[in-house]
């Protein structure tokens, strides 16, 4: 399926080493604030105060975060649990803060802007279960690229596997780069954004490395350059409708979603844009430098034993 075909091949080769020096310092711009600014962990892997209230009628989040701001409570996260009636209020650690009465503590500071919960139920969350969570979501994101890393060694020859790997974990930096350049909250549910932007990117790769290969195969006469050129050019009605596609759905639940939603969409929305650039303007230049041809396609033809230069046979 196709929106539009566009009869030019568009010669994105020509500037791929502009494009690959811009994605190489912002790789090191994003590297640069992971360690310098580090991310900003939300109470599920810091650890903190779970605190679950009750309204009889549909709470309104925005009014129980005006309060619980008010009463000087900082990087928290509220969100519906259940039903539309429950609340499920993460509240950070503090030095001063008296977990045996946190509970009242945050229905007095509810009582003026979003009146009417009742405590359900109070629960600490230690350090060393924010630990666990941390270094379990480390591994899952480790399992992953291993994952694909075996995958495309498998589906590709080994240029486009290293071109692909090295673009798809370009995008997972740049997110996190953004996450620790702003101090966003990082999340499981950011993680979770994190692991999908994997998948989706390397389907990207796939696709244009696909048609690359079968340029190969079928067209004589292109330089690789024109070879890549043409199957990014081929491939982009399909990249707009898919990612397009996606893309509304991500904007619908970072607009509508309200905050439970709103990093998770826009780590979405951020690898979504990086997974376009890196599947077309990293990973394709780094398999023309890593010098792919269209002889590694194409098996030469095996020479009968007594056959002439027109391959009849004496």
Same mark, same amino acid.
């Given at each position: ?7 030019? %091949? ?7 080493? @502009? ?35 009750? #309204?009889?009628?549909? +709470? ?5 975060? %005006? ?7 900082? %990087? $928290? ?18 030095? %001063?803060?008296?977990? +045996? ?50 995958? $495309? ?39 979770? +954004? ?33 070879? $890549?050129?043409?199957? =990014? ?28 939603? #709103? #990093? ?7 690898? =979504?844009?990086?997974? =376009? #650039? ?34 009849? @046979?004496?």
């Amino acid at each position: 399926m196709e929106f539009f075909r566009i009869s030019k %091949d568009i010669p994105f080769m020509r500037h791929a080493l @502009v494009f690959n020096v811009i994605s190489l310092l912002t790789f090191l711009l994003a590297v640069a604030f992971l360690f310098t600014r580090g991310l900003h962990l939300s109470v599920e892997f810091t650890g903190g105060t779970l605190v679950e209230l009750h #309204y009889t009628q549909t +709470a309104d989040l925005e009014k129980v975060r %005006d309060g619980l701001g008010k009463a000087g409570y900082t %990087d $928290l996260s509220v969100q519906h649990f259940g039903s539309s009636q429950d609340v499920l209020v993460r509240l950070p650690l503090r030095a %001063d803060q008296n977990t +045996a009465r946190i509970g009242e503590a945050v229905i007095e500071a509810l009582a003026v802007e979003a009146p009417g919960a009742t405590l359900r139920r109070v629960e600490f969350v230690g350090p060393q279960v924010g630990r666990e969570l941390a270094e379990n979501g480390a591994l899952a994101l480790l399992v992953v690229i291993i994952g694909i890393v075996l995958y $495309l060694s498998f589906r590709f020859e080994w240029r486009f596997s290293i071109s692909a790997i090295i673009a798809n974990l370009h995008d997972v930096v740049i997110i996190l780069g953004f996450f620790a350049f702003f101090q966003w909250e990082f999340s499981l549910s950011v993680l979770a +954004a994190v692991l999908a932007v994997l998948g989706y990117s390397v389907n990207e790769s796939v696709v244009v490395f696909d048609r690359v290969r079968e340029t190969f195969k079928k067209t004589r006469g292109l330089t690789t350059p024109q070879v $890549l050129d043409h199957a =990014i050019t081929s491939t982009i009605s399909r990249t707009m409708i898919t990612h397009g596609s996606t893309q509304i759905m991500v904007l619908s639940m970072l607009i509508f979603g309200g905050e439970t939603l #709103y #990093y998770f969409a826009l780590a979405l929305t951020i690898g =979504i844009c990086f997974g =376009i #650039y890196s599947s077309v303007l990293v990973a394709s230049p780094l398999v023309m430098w890593l010098g792919v041809s269209r002889e590694q396609f194409v098996r030469p033809k095996k020479k009968i034993e007594g056959a002439n230069e027109d391959g009849a @046979v004496v």
